[in-house]
């Protein structure tokens, strides 16, 4: 798999794969368990090939993927079952080479990233999202460049910045994000350093942490580099950073909230 996402209630899980167009649901039950829903899986598209990126909004309405890398599809949720449903005007087109896409924690936007066919940049797309039908509509202006080969995107729990992990030439663009209409600004400095040890250090993934205070960042050269937010949204590396990992060639990076008690 490459791909995976798991709904706001952590009922439920998602997973897509490049070597296939199928979209695969789970329920998860108390011990972490995972069953395969009845409806699963579901063929994306009999016409795309492969399916590389997964989303679902923060209400758990809608569940978004990627397929033949230049295709989004929105399938609504019921969120008791799991079970999805077919999107309305879905699929939408898609920048070629898009393998990563997130929602704003207010819902109101979908967000991806794609190399575009390009070797000297890639490219960010915003597209608003109807809450009651699920349909996608492309924010007019809102693709600039970023730095080469994107392979992931976050957005911060304010709902302000956008990050982007920029394989091919080491970088993590920031942007602003405009929480009305979606407009995209590029962030004083912007593209930062990624950090890693050695000359084969694109950046993988990225994650920031629940308190919007910082960003992790997890290389090719097998390791973690942490960068500080700072009050604009620009990045400034740590001491320290960046941290060596086990593993070889990571390509995804998560926070775990640990209760206090635990």
């Given amino acids: 798999m490459d791909a995976i996402a798991i709904d706001p209630t952590g009922k439920f899980l998602y997973a897509v794969s490049a070597q296939s167009n199928n979209l695969r649901s789970f329920s998860i039950d108390n011990a972490g368990a995972l069953t395969n829903l009845s409806s699963s899986p579901l063929t994306i598209d009999p016409a795309a090939s492969s399916s590389t990126a997964i989303a679902i909004d923060p209400s758990g309405n809608y569940l978004f993927t990627v397929a033949g890398s230049n295709s989004i599809y929105s399938f609504p949720r019921d969120t008791t079952t799991g079970a999805l449903g077919t999107g309305s005007g879905s699929p939408v087109p ?136 700072s009050s604009g949204g620009g990045l400034s590396v ?15 990076i998560a926070v775990i909230h640990k209760e206090v008690g635990f």
Avoid: E, R, W
């Fill in 94 to 229: 898609v920048d070629f080479g898009t393998f990563a896409i997130t929602t704003d924690p207010a819902g109101k936007f979908v967000i991806a990233v794609s190399n575009a066919g390009s070797a000297v940049f890639g490219t960010i797309s915003v597209y608003s999202l109807d809450s009651t039908a699920g349909k996608l509509t492309l924010v007019a202006g809102s693709q600039p460049h970023i730095g080469v080969d994107p392979s992931s995107v976050v957005v911060d729990p304010s709902g302000k910045y956008v990050y982007t992990a920029n394989t091919a030439d080491a970088t993590l663009s920031a942007l602003t994000l405009n929480p009305s209409t979606g407009a995209l600004t590029t962030i004083n400095g912007s593209p930062f350093p990624s950090g890693g040890n050695t000359t084969i250090n694109g950046p993988m993934g990225l994650v920031v942490d629940p308190s919007g205070q910082s960003v992790y960042v997890c290389s090719a050269s097998n390791d973690i580099s942490v960068f500080k937010i």
């Fill in 238 to 252: 740590i001491a320290g950073s960046p941290f060596p990992i086990d593993g070889n060639g990571p390509n995804g």
